[in-house]
């Protein structure tokens, strides 16, 4: 696994994929961060780590594209299913590495704490300390969908826009419960939902249900992943 962890972050940073991943990133949370924190005078991180969301789903497939697909176009997939590493190691390995470049960009928030930290006095730290583990465990989901897609096809043009389909999906399901009569497709709906679950981190509120919903999240998608590679490599 580690090797293929290496591998990964060498190729992301010899490429312009992690760079402008990083500043468009960066880019969009400052001007939140200076529209929704200091022209409004609030230690609240809550509208920051609220539209980061919509960011995060437009984004990360753009972290997730290539990471089996271009394997698959290259004719480089082969290699890496024969090398001494087993499937697993193979998907951890790539998934820990989108993952890393993801944690890198959300360092920008301790930034932004740090600057509250000296104008107000202080910052509501639980909150922000739930903010940030509920992020992770969004990206974390987020890139572990966006792997699985990748893994389906040789396209990155493909991955990158089936992976944002299932992400929007994903959004909008509270929005369809929402207008939903019929209750057990209601709760079904709300049950999958990834907006209403995350905004409860925001809200500072850690739902020990929602932490493991988003674990079970990387796991299933990642545990696919798996199952895919295993056809290939008996194909």
């Known amino acids: 696994m580690l090797a293929v962890y290496k591998r990964e972050m060498k190729a992301y940073f010899s490429s312009p994929i ?6 468009v990133f960066c880019l969009i949370t400052g001007y939140v961060f200076c529209l929704g924190n200091l022209m409004s005078a609030t230690t609240s991180f809550s509208s920051v780590f609220s539209v980061v969301f919509t960011v995060m789903m437009v984004l990360l497939p753009l972290l997730t594209m290539r990471l089996f697909a271009d394997e698959k176009k290259q004719k480089t997939d082969q290699g890496l299913l024969t090398a001494p590493v087993s499937l697993s190691g193979i998907v ?39 903010n940030m583990c509920g992020l992770l465990l969004l990206g974390g989901s987020f890139i572990s969908i966006g792997i699985f897609v990748s893994s389906l096809t040789e396209l990155q043009i493909v991955a990158a826009i089936g992976t944002f389909i299932i992400n929007l ?39 020990v249900t929602s932490v493991l919903y988003f674990l079970s999240v990387i796991f299933v998608f990642n545990f696919l992943t798996v199952r895919v590679l295993e056809r290939r490599r008996w194909s």
């Open 92 to 130: 951890c390995g790539k998934f820990f590495a989108a993952l890393s470049v993801f944690a890198l960009g959300m360092l920008v928030y301790i930034c932004y704490a740090a600057v509250l930290n000296v104008l107000a006095g202080s910052i509501p730290f639980a909150e922000f300390v739930g």
């Open 169 to 207: 999906l994903l959004y909008i399901c509270d929005l369809i419960a929402s207008n939903m009569q019929w209750e057990p497709v209601k709760a079904v709906l709300n049950a999958i939902g990834f907006y209403s679950r995350y905004t409860e981190f925001t809200q500072g509120i850690l739902n």
């Open 18 to 23: 992690a760079y402008i991943y990083l500043a």
